[in-house]
């Protein structure tokens, strides 16, 4: 995988505690999944409940894509669907900075913190062809060019669920419960806590979803102001791989 930038390296995070990747602290991946990341054996092991239904749905994924090499649309042609799925996950471990800050936007956190618990940040991508003349070299600069914003918005969650495929809904749904439930016990004890949210990730020409939990090591005064042009500023710095 091409390294993180700093920024990025220090918002990926356990998925337990959320303590973030450093010098001192390396995230290990959870050996089913290879996606949720964690700081310790301890932290996995309390986490295991919460991310049991999203572990299984990542292995069904990962199975089912490794089973249908070619990919429906011609603009991936050179890629399998295993190819691409490693570069979707390099790609958001790239944009995590990015994510959470426009994710702290979309969701209007500063003005209504209750939306972390209730909505969810969509956002579609699409596959950027010019950015590779065959499978991606594993270089920072060309991970962040592989895709585009096709679009994204804030929507409830009880109103994109229909339109998940059903194997998808669990994970999705048990994951959204935990971090809700996370936020909640931060924000009981500071009250003035950001919390955590999640962005769903779409690559169109293949319907890859993701999901991505978004953490803001934040207190709610040290917000940004809203910018209401956050889509904009989301799409130009994909546009120019900018992470943050």
Same mark, same amino acid.
Not at 223 to 237: G, Q, R, S, V
């Given at each position: 995988?091409?390294?993180?930038?700093?920024?990025?390296?220090?918002?990926?995070?356990?998925?337990?505690?959320?303590?973030?990747?450093?010098?001192?602290?390396?995230?290990?991946?959870?050996?089913?999944?290879?996606?949720?990341?964690?700081?310790?054996?301890?932290?996995?092991?309390?986490?295991?409940?919460?991310?049991?239904?999203?572990?299984?749905?990542?292995?069904?994924?990962?199975?089912?894509?490794?089973?249908?090499?070619?990919?429906?649309?011609?603009?991936?042609?050179?890629?399998?669907?295993?190819?691409?799925?490693?570069?979707?996950?390099?790609?958001?471990?790239?944009? @995590?900075?990015?994510?959470?800050?426009?994710?702290?936007? +979309? *969701?209007? #956190?500063?003005?209504?913190?209750?939306? %972390? !618990?209730?909505?969810?940040?969509?956002?579609?991508?699409?596959?950027?062809?010019?950015?590779?003349?065959?499978?991606?070299?594993?270089?920072?600069?060309?991970?962040?060019?592989?895709?585009?914003?096709?679009?994204?918005?804030?929507?409830?969650?009880?109103?994109?669920?229909?339109?998940?495929?059903?194997?998808?809904?669990?994970?999705?749904?048990?994951?959204?419960?935990?971090?809700?439930?996370?936020?909640?016990?931060? @924000?009981?004890?500071?009250?003035?806590?950001?919390?955590? +949210? *999640?962005? #769903?990730?779409?690559?169109?020409?293949? %319907? !890859?979803?993701?999901?991505?939990?978004?953490?803001?090591?934040?207190?709610?005064?040290?917000?940004?102001?809203?910018?209401?042009?956050?889509?904009?500023?989301?799409?130009?710095?994909?546009?120019?791989?900018?992470?943050?």
């Amino acid at each position: 995988m091409p390294p993180l930038a700093p920024v990025a390296q220090h918002l990926k995070q356990c998925q337990n505690c959320f303590k973030s990747e450093s010098d001192e602290t390396h995230l290990q991946c959870c050996s089913y999944c290879k996606r949720a990341h964690y700081c310790s054996k301890e932290c996995q092991k309390a986490d295991w409940k919460a991310h049991k239904a999203q572990c299984s749905q990542n292995r069904e994924t990962r199975k089912a894509m490794k089973a249908a090499p070619e990919l429906p649309s011609t603009a991936l042609k050179e890629f399998s669907n295993a190819a691409l799925e490693v570069l979707t996950k390099n790609w958001v471990q790239q944009y @995590r900075p990015l994510l959470s800050i426009t994710a702290l936007h +979309a *969701l209007e #956190l500063k003005r209504t913190p209750a939306r %972390s !618990l209730t909505h969810i940040l969509v956002v579609y991508l699409s596959f950027a062809q010019k950015a590779f003349a065959s499978a991606p070299p594993p270089d920072s600069e060309t991970v962040r060019r592989a895709f585009t914003l096709a679009d994204a918005h804030v929507t409830l969650l009880a109103d994109i669920l229909p339109d998940i495929s059903s194997h998808l809904r669990p994970g999705l749904q048990s994951t959204f419960d935990a971090i809700a439930r996370r936020t909640l016990t931060l @924000r009981a004890a500071d009250p003035g806590a950001v919390g955590f +949210a *999640l962005a #769903l990730l779409v690559v169109r020409e293949c %319907s !890859l979803v993701r999901l991505v939990p978004l953490g803001a090591d934040m207190h709610h005064k040290e917000l940004p102001t809203w910018d209401p042009a956050w889509k904009e500023t989301f799409a130009k710095c994909i546009e120019r791989g900018n992470v943050f």
